[in-house]
């Protein structure tokens, strides 16, 4: 068997992979919800006013992204933060916008529904 027998296979692994990646990371940051809850975490929605209000976690804060680098000064750096949005994309870029705003403890729950497991001890309820 020589590599080129093996290109057809090469994209739908890369595809599997990244998707397998994404599961296993948003699962892993699902798990810290709780823990992170207890210790006064915030939840941050990072998703447009019209898509929050559609559905969102209980007590959650809504900051657009585009909106998060001149709303940072209402977070509190000290406390940990978590991030979601509709996919995991957003969110992704509100942790490095955080991050480079001296946030220490940043998670990014990926899709919102992620952080509903955990709503009962939930930040600002």
Request: glycine share 8%; aromatic share 8%; with cysteine.
């Amino acid at each position: 068997m020589d590599a080129s027998s093996l290109e057809p296979f090469v994209v739908p692994a890369a595809i599997a992979a990244w998707f397998g990646w994404r599961f296993l990371r948003f699962r892993a940051a699902k798990a810290r919800l709780p823990e992170l809850l207890r210790r006064g975490a915030v939840v941050v929605d990072v998703r447009g006013p019209e898509e929050y209000a559609a559905g969102a976690r209980p007590g959650s804060l809504n900051i657009p992204l585009g909106s998060l680098e001149s709303r940072v000064k209402e977070l509190d750096p000290s406390k940990p933060v978590i991030v979601c949005c509709a996919s995991g994309a957003r969110s992704a870029m509100a942790a490095s916008v955080l991050a480079r705003n001296g946030f220490k403890e940043v998670v990014n729950a990926g899709p919102w529904r992620n952080t509903l497991a955990s709503s009962k001890t939930g930040a600002g309820e």
